[in-house]
């Protein structure tokens, strides 16, 4: 699990008006995505702030890409399995950003490549300061031999938190100057995983989890990058640590009243199985039923090691999930 920090020490403020002083550049990996581009946006809207961006994307030619580039970033080319073109991208960097997404091609070997790349390359780049994107290793709490949940890919129990949470070593082992980052669930994902409410043979909307009355660290995207970027602003003294974040800690029939609040209409609570979940077959059900399992099992560690007063100190701005569907019900697609 995470380990607890303590709260963040108030900033000094930096004038970057003042001839002679450089602004540091921060290299951000998946800028177009959720939470590189939360990262990038912070970034740019802070314009007397201490940093430049990067953003390190795939394909520079994208809409999204001509976007952030139109908003005032540097935009490069890079592939996370292509090590010389992230060095590349690193160069002359103070600050790196990493993430990998596991959804894109379901294979956590992968994330643990594209991980050990970016590390190689942030090294042989000389990069002052990597935050990494993390998960625990649920294997850690679960292990393989433990039938409580199925282990899945013959070695995993959760594969995208195990491949992150394995690859921690990676930096460590590399010695690369890092900030470890344990997420939390998007709230995002009511827009755009398809776990937002759906209409049952009622005719009435629910949201379904495997997560009984227990509680889920979760968070908006978009904190997730600001978070990151106080990261960056606190410096060298977070190198090291490791800061596991949530905007909330809340149980399904908690999100659902809010749901129903900021919809208005009725939302309910449809509490499933972990079985029941895998069974409904869509990619990834069976890691996703083991991913809420495992919270729900380890519900207090799982909490603990995100600390919702702690990532507040680091992200003053911090979103509550009321004031997030505030701002985004409209794009909640109702099934």
């Known amino acids: 699990m995470a380990t607890r920090r303590t709260p963040a020490k108030k900033k000094k403020a930096v004038d970057n008006k003042k001839p002679g002083i450089a602004k540091k550049i921060i290299a951000v990996v998946g800028a ?4 590189g581009g939360g990262l ?3 970034i740019l809207n802070d314009k007397n702030g201490p940093f430049t961006v990067r953003a390190i994307t795939r394909n520079a030619e994208s809409d999204k890409a001509k976007a952030l580039a139109d908003a005032g970033a540097e935009v490069v080319a890079a592939d996370l399995d292509d090590v010389k073109s992230l060095k ?3 160069e002359g960097a103070h600050g790196a950003f990493c993430v990998t997404n596991f ?8 994330e643990i490549s594209q991980a050990r790349n970016m590390a190689e390359a942030a090294k042989d780049a000389g990069v002052k300061h990597v935050i990494w994107s993390t998960l625990e290793d649920t294997r850690k ?5 433990d039938d409580r949940m199925p282990t899945l890919m013959g070695k995993y129990k959760v594969p995208h938190f195990d491949g992150k949470g394995e690859a921690d070593a990676v930096f460590t082992k590399l010695g690369v100057p890092t900030t470890f980052l344990v997420t939390s669930f998007y709230w995002e994902n009511f827009i755009h995983f398809g776990m937002g409410p759906k209409k049952g043979a009622d005719g009435k909307l629910a949201i379904t989890l495997p997560m009984g009355t227990k509680k889920l660290p979760s968070i908006a995207a978009e904190d997730i990058g600001k978070t990151a970027y106080a990261i960056f602003e606190e410096g060298a003294e ?3 640590k490791t800061v596991g974040i949530a905007g909330g800690h809340l149980t399904g029939e908690q999100m659902a009243k809010s749901l129903s609040k900021a919809l208005g209409q009725q939302v309910t609570y449809n509490a499933v199985t972990p079985g029941t979940y895998r069974a409904f077959g869509f990619p990834g059900a069976d890691d996703l039923a083991n991913m809420f399992q495992f919270n729900s099992e380890f519900e207090q560690d799982c909490c603990d090691a995100r600390n919702i007063s702690e990532t507040k100190s680091l992200n003053p701005e911090l979103q509550t999930f009321d004031r997030w569907l505030g701002e985004n019900k409209s794009r909640i697609p109702l099934g």
């Not at 177009?32 to 939470?35: I, K, N, P, V, Y």
């Not at 709490?141 to 031999?145: A, G, H, K, Q, T």
């Open 40 to 42: 990038v946006r912070a």
């Open 88 to 90: 590349k991208a690193f």
């Open 103 to 110: 959804w894109e091609h379901f294979k956590p070997e992968k």
């Open 32 to 35: 177009t995505g959720a939470q």
């Open 238 to 240: 977070m190198i090291g």
């Open 141 to 145: 709490s679960i292990p393989l031999s």
